[in-house]
């Protein structure tokens, strides 16, 4: 029996272990365990009221909280039967700009840059390109900004509710962002540009792409469920085409199609999606690298989070340039009993909520369900593909590729601490 | 000379708070000496501590660490010490100080320059929710005490550059 041990999956979340079965030199099964515990979201939310709900399942993410907000208040709204203003839309936007701004440049420069730059850390790439990681934190400092001004701090920000906001943010904090978001605008324009210099693995993968698509915009909030496999539904039909189940060797559930297949959901499904709902400046960003769409490269997501900053940077702008708030902030809610779904697209891809609420507004039933767990068993499949190269590898190698592939799909699978065991076993009858 | 106390920790954690009431306690117990320096309280700062820092000339954190001692040890780490602890680990989404702190240095030479020390009380239950264990709890004092005499020792160096 044949055993490498690979210690811990750096910058990526939650304890995994990844398992090997040889059989005859040929790569059998492989398994990413994850060992991270269970949560508890969906069961202890019950019985609350539906109002502590956004800040709530905001906790479960420290990166991609607005998102967990966003996907919260659309369930809830369609729940209630209510639909929010234009304005507060336009606000749940740009509350996501800042998102998007502060995940994308934290992935691009210090979660993946280092490994396709043969760095160990960013700290590494830090001591070698001080001025690129200098502008990596300036350009995620602009998104921090812009939740604080809306949300009241950038980790967690509250503000957002069922129904709309609490208040409106004041104007003029957010007037003040301004050229920094410019120059962040110009700075996400030179990323595009340099995500083209890295050196990617050469991997090629036929995925089914999933995400959200809206005809009149980047779909990030609002739309249907479109798959690059044809199906296009509405959020409401969600859990007919795409389920969630236990599977033995993890704590986190897997996300399959109803039909057994897996799915990509993240910035390559959005980018092959919905490239043509891009903003000006990201559509030309895009055009300009000439490379030709479907990306079925799991690395070259990078390239796709560095146009979707672009995207982002100059919603942003053109958002706060129109900000003016004016009439309620949010909604009389009339409380009744009532079930919705809503999705929003995370930084990591399309996350979906749905809730069942009682007369008095009180939760009685919830489902989240997140991202990575959706490409949980996709991650696998292509660790699979990768898996007759790292059996050849010492450790330490192998430990790195298996890592620098994982890492590209920045996964979340919770804000905690990581271990990767690497196991390969030879199997004998 | 600019003196920032940092509280660091999450609220919602256990004794991972334990950063955030230690400067509480401190700041009801010496409110005057509070109004001498800047104070802030962070949850989850990462990368923002470099923020935090900026301009500063010296700067005690203070925050709930995880070590093979007992909980409730309290540890005083010089900047030398923290050094040791940097890089490694680099979850994705929590930057810790040490990791932050060797990053700053890295990109900014007047970071390099600011003192900084750390007082980690040794934690013992990190699980969601609202209060800390008994041990920790026990020895918020003796923690604000050490934090109290690491602000005047920065405070007298001040009083004496500017006589």
Redesign the interface.
Known sequence: MKTIEVP?L????GEGGLYIGLKDDQVVEIRLDIYEPP?FFEGFLVGRFLQEVPDITA?I???CPVAYQMSSVTALEKALDVEVSPQVYTLRRLMYCGEYIESHA??IYL?QAPDLLGQ?????L??IA?DV??NA?RM??IG?EVLKAIGGR???PVNACVGGFYRWPDATPLRALLPELEWGLEAAKETVRWSLTLPYPDLKIDYEFVALHHADEYGVIKGDVWSSKGSKISVADYETHYIEEHVKHSNALHGHTVDGGTYLVGPLARLNLNHAQLLPAAQKALKDTKLKLPLKNPYKSLIARAVELVHFYEEAIQMIKVYQPDGPAHLDLKLKAGEGAGASEAPRGLLYHRYKIDENGLIKFVKIIPPTAQNLPRIEADLFALAPKLVKMEQEQATLTAEHLVRSY?P?IS????FLKLKVEEIRD | MNILILGIGQSLRGDDAAGLEAVRLWQELCPETAQRVRLEFAELPGLGLLDLLKGMDAAVLVDAVHAMSAAGTILHLSQDDLASFAPGSGSAHGWGVAETLALGRLLSPSLAECRITLIGIVGEKFDMGTGLSQGVREVLPAACSLLDQEIRSFLRERNASSC
């Open positions: 811990a750096a910058r990526v979340e949560r906790r993410c420290g990166i934290l992935h979660l160990a850390s960013a700290l590494d830090a001591a001080p990681v200098k934190l995620k400092k921090n950038s980790v967690h920045d979340c804000c905690a601490t990581h």
